[in-house]
């Protein structure tokens, strides 16, 4: 904000989350293909009851709009999200059921994950 007091400009700071869309690039865009292809292979993500902010790039053009237009919006700063926040695995349970799929997941503790992650990733 010292932009803003340094200046005569009118500042807002917009903080989105993972914004989503059709044709999503990046690991949302990959998982839309996982569930959207013709044989779904099972994912070891079914124990992953983390929280994810998310927001459709609709919803943030709009957001943005309206902080265009509304004089309250000036030197204020917004982190703004869709509704409800989603664990990875409601999120893919969600993808799948849109493409009238049953998203194929099974439960591994995540330590696990990480190990398995920590020893494929040593380089020596």
């Known amino acids: 904000m010292n932009l803003a007091k340094n200046s005569n400009l009118e500042v807002v700071i917009i903080r989105p989350p993972l914004v989503y869309r059709n044709g999503a690039p990046g690991n949302f865009g990959r998982l839309i293909q996982w569930a959207g292809a013709k044989i779904t292979l099972p994912l070891p ?12 790039i609709d919803n943030l053009v709009s957001f943005i ?20 926040n989603l664990s990875t695995t409601r999120l893919l349970k969600n993808i799948a059921k849109a493409f009238n799929k049953k998203a194929l997941l099974f439960s591994i503790p995540i330590s696990w994950m990480i190990f398995v992650v920590k020893i494929t990733r040593y380089r020596g």
């Open 65 to 84: 709009i309206t902080c265009a237009l509304h004089p309250k919006a000036t030197n204020e700063i917004f982190l703004i999200s869709d509704n409800d």
């Open 45 to 56: 993500l079914g124990a992953v009851h983390n929280s994810r902010s998310l927001i459709a």
